[in-house]
């Protein structure tokens, strides 16, 4: 079993930048493939961004590649979002979500129903 935490989401003009913090309880943090998704208002959930067991390999969504940085540290049990230059566009609930599967399509790590466990969200609002 995992717990998930988000924090780290607030209110940030647009330029601005946030980081985001998914701290997971349980010893086996270092054996889940992480991974933030967003949901804006009347939308669907939508993936944002994932890193492997190690570290060693990111995936993104397009429209946040050279802006946003995802992150682990696996002596913290935290994975991190770190998000540059938002936009209006970028408002949203960031969860984030641990899978113990490897998977390296965007088919397979896009879809949120292989995700085993989830967090509650964070908000983030940015304003123009």
């Known amino acids: 079993q995992v717990q998930l935490v988000e924090s780290g989401g607030g209110l940030v003009q647009a330029g601005g930048s946030l980081r985001l913090s998914c701290a997971a309880s349980?010893?086996?943090?270092?054996?889940?493939?992480m991974a933030w998704f967003r949901q804006a208002p009347g939308k669907e959930r939508e993936f944002v961004a994932r890193?492997?067991?190690?570290?060693?390999?990111?995936y993104y969504l397009d429209s946040v590649k050279g802006r946003f940085t995802i992150s682990r540290d696996n002596v913290k049990n935290t994975v991190y979002l770190q998000m540059n230059s938002l936009n209006v566009e970028d408002t949203a609930v960031y969860s984030c979500?641990?899978?113990?599967?490897?998977?390296?399509?965007?088919?397979?790590?896009?879809?949120?129903?292989?995700?085993?466990?989830w967090g509650q969200g964070t908000q983030v609002t940015v304003s123009s």
């Open positions: 979500a641990a899978d113990r599967l490897d998977c390296s399509t965007y088919g397979c790590y896009s879809s949120e129903v292989r995700y085993d466990y």
């Open positions: 890193i492997t067991w190690s570290g060693g390999t990111t």
């Open positions: 349980g010893r086996t943090f270092s054996r889940y493939a």
